[in-house]
T-cell receptor, first 114, second 115 residues
Framework: AQSVAQPEDQVNVAEGNPLTVKCTYS??????LFWYVQYPNRGLQFLLK??????LVKGSYGFEAEFNKSQTSFHLKKPSALVSDSALYFC????????????FGSGTKLNVKP | GAVVSQHPSWVICKSGTSVKIECRSL??????MFWYRQFPKQSLMLMAT?????????EQGVEKDKFLINHASLTLSTLTVTSAHPEDSSFYIC???????????FGPGTRLTVT
């Protein structure tokens, strides 16, 4: 079965500290992994993706994510959080066989406090 | 590049009326468009997938006669909520994918409130 899990509903971090938002996946075939951010009453904005190649992927706004095949994880990270990073983050995986199928995690609300 | 727009951004309608939401890919040809529904503080629920010129594929539990989807061109898909009821109130988000891209590009969403 295809699935994406974001085990944390909410992550709280102080501005300037590193942040991690967790994601694990289960999918048939090769995983195509994505992170999106959503601000209130807005659609999803693309942050980064992993298709193949280097396990450490760098994306928009200083975010990066590490693909770990053995742990089936794709955690989102940023070395130094900003208050403006506060938003809802979604991990998604695209089915390796059916490219039309995206599976989204339940979302993690990131709160960055000054 | 890869901009997707939605119109309207918000709409209020009376129970029993129909509402049409448009999704446009502004700078690329979207061979496939997706419609999602998002409840407050929840993830996106895929409603249907549409390919240009063919009938939409609906996810299990989504009423195709209630949520009419048309993808008449490579840049436009529409979602019509027919005979809307208050329980249809939600945030509707479309996305588009084109060519060999592995990505989906999301529209800004439409807030539907049925009174």
């Amino acid at each position: 079965a295809q699935s994406v899990a974001q085990p944390e509903d909410q992550v709280n971090v102080a501005e300037g500290n590193p942040l991690t938002v967790k994601c694990t996946y289960s999918v048939s075939g090769n995983p195509y992994l994505f992170w999106y951010v959503q601000y209130p009453n807005r659609g999803l904005q693309f942050l980064l993706k992993y298709i193949t190649g280097d396990n450490l992927v760098k994306g928009s706004y200083g975010f990066e994510a590490e693909f770990n095949k053995s742990q089936t994880s794709f955690h989102l990270k940023k070395p130094s959080a900003l208050v403006s990073d506060s938003a809802l983050y979604f991990c998604a995986v695209r089915d390796g066989y059916n490219f039309n199928k995206f599976y989204f995690g339940s979302g993690t609300k990131l709160n960055v406090k000054p | 590049g890869a901009v997707v727009s939605q119109h309207p951004s918000w709409v209020i309608c009376k129970s029993g009326t129909s509402v049409k939401i448009e999704c446009r890919s502004l700078d690329f040809q979207a061979t496939t468009m997706f419609w999602y529904r998002q409840f407050p503080k929840q993830s996106l629920m895929l409603m249907a997938t549409s390919n240009e010129g063919s009938k939409a594929t609906y996810e299990q539990g989504v009423e195709k006669d209630k949520f009419l989807i048309n993808h008449a061109s490579l840049t436009l898909s529409t979602l019509t909520v027919t005979s809307a009821h208050p329980e249809d109130s939600s945030f509707y988000i479309c996305s588009a994918s084109g060519g060999s891209s592995y990505e989906q590009y999301f529209g800004p969403g439409t807030r539907l409130t049925v009174t």
